[in-house]
């Protein structure tokens, strides 16, 4: 029996590579969770998206962030700003699972129980949910859980519906009621398990002549 062999991609001037993660570049978000019993812990996590006030966040079921989605059902995803970048990585490498899961074990994860303190973050109230906002934060999201999917290997989809929405005032958009300014907002981003920032507007956007408003 002939043998015949399947062609090489056709790629042109790309190669073809198999990544083991493809987070290219998003916002990192400190998520403020409690548990059943009360016991609050706070994750950054990266994998998340929003459209309209429904976000999708993806979670690590061994995380405990997931056992407190699962079981109370409430969150508030705190966006981070580049100047919290020092705070934000004091959290990295840090669960509220005790005993620590052995896989996270086996890459330096350690169980920290006061993460407010651990990180240098100040816990503020929020009005519709139980877990605490972070007052650093420039901007805090309440939510609640609608649902969850297991995607396997260990990743859960939630998605939430934000109930509530806390800024800072010096990120709010002159002359508007309800906008936040993108030239005063400066998120943090996570691109590949590496912090950076945004940089300056490139290029006027089409998009923008449509007032925000028309998505509401």
Known sequence: MTTVESP?????????????????????????TVSDAG?????????SYFLGHTGVLGIGSRSQTYRNLVDTGECVLNMAS???VTEVDRLALT??????????????????????AHAGLTPADADLVRPPRIRECPINLEA???GHHDLGDGA????VEVVRIHV????RMAGTEHRIDPDAWRPLIMSFQRFYGLGAEVHPSRLATINEEWYR
Do not use: C
């Open 8 to 32: 090489a991609p056709r790629t042109g001037s790309h190669d073809v590579i198999d990544p083991s993660i493809l987070y290219f570049g998003t916002p990192v978000i400190v998520i403020s």
């Open 39 to 47: 016991a609050v812990n706070l994750m950054p996590m990266s994998s």
């Open 82 to 84: 580049t100047s919290m």
């Open 95 to 116: 669960t509220g699972r005790d005993p620590v899961p052995e896989r996270k074990a086996a890459v330096g994860y350690r169980y920290v129980a006061d993460k407010f």
């Open 144 to 146: 609640l859980v609608v």
């Open 156 to 159: 859960i989809s939630f998605q």
């Open 168 to 171: 800072h005032p010096a990120i």
